[in-house]
């Protein structure tokens, strides 16, 4: 026989049963695990945001020097998007059943996110996942999952 193929045998299938229902339980119930990503995404994102880069790794715009400018005469942060530090210290998630929501509460966090034509504002995407992040969740998830 030429090809591949999977082979499948049940016995003991109460115990396969025992353990699926265990992991489905588990699954019902996501919030630890959502707490978890949560925690994750949050120092993930301020870690971008220190080095300034995407969550696909591409460097942000620098800063006009109108704007650094200006920064430098209200006694701000020279990096991007730290200013006084209010966008990243507003980052948060909320959990809402089987839901996790991340981001900040700010007017501003979608200019900066986007880019803003009208004000001259390049997109400096700071939200989002990459590869690693993707990784990191999914590892989160089946731990929850298989209990462990």
């Known amino acids: 026989m030429s090809g591949g193929f999977v082979s499948v045998d049940l016995r003991g299938e109460a115990a396969i049963t025992k353990e699926l229902n265990r992991i489905l339980a588990r699954?019902?119930?996501?919030?630890?695990?959502?707490?978890?990503v949560?925690?994750?995404?949050?120092e993930s994102t301020q870690d971008r945001m220190s080095d300034e880069v995407s969550p696909d790794g591409k460097a942000w715009e620098p800063l006009s020097v109108n704007t650094l400018e200006q920064k430098?005469?209200?006694?701000?942060?020279?990096?991007?998007?730290?200013?006084y530090g209010t966008?990243?210290?507003t980052l948060n998630?909320?959990?809402?059943?089987?839901?996790?929501?991340?981001?900040?509460n700010m007017e501003y966090a979608a200019s900066h996110q986007f880019g803003r034509d009208s004000a001259n504002i390049p997109a400096r995407?700071?939200?989002?996942?990459n590869g690693e992040d993707e990784t990191e969740i999914l590892a989160i998830l089946r731990s929850h999952?298989?209990?462990v």
């Open 27 to 36: 699954g019902l119930d996501l919030v630890p695990a959502f707490y978890e």
């Open 38 to 42: 949560g925690e994750y995404l949050l």
């Open 72 to 83: 430098d005469l209200n006694n701000q942060s020279s990096k991007i998007l730290r200013g």
């Open 87 to 89: 966008l990243a210290d």
């Open 93 to 104: 998630y909320q959990i809402s059943g089987n839901q996790l929501m991340f981001g900040s």
């Open 125 to 129: 995407p700071f939200l989002g996942v």
């Open 145 to 147: 999952l298989l209990g």
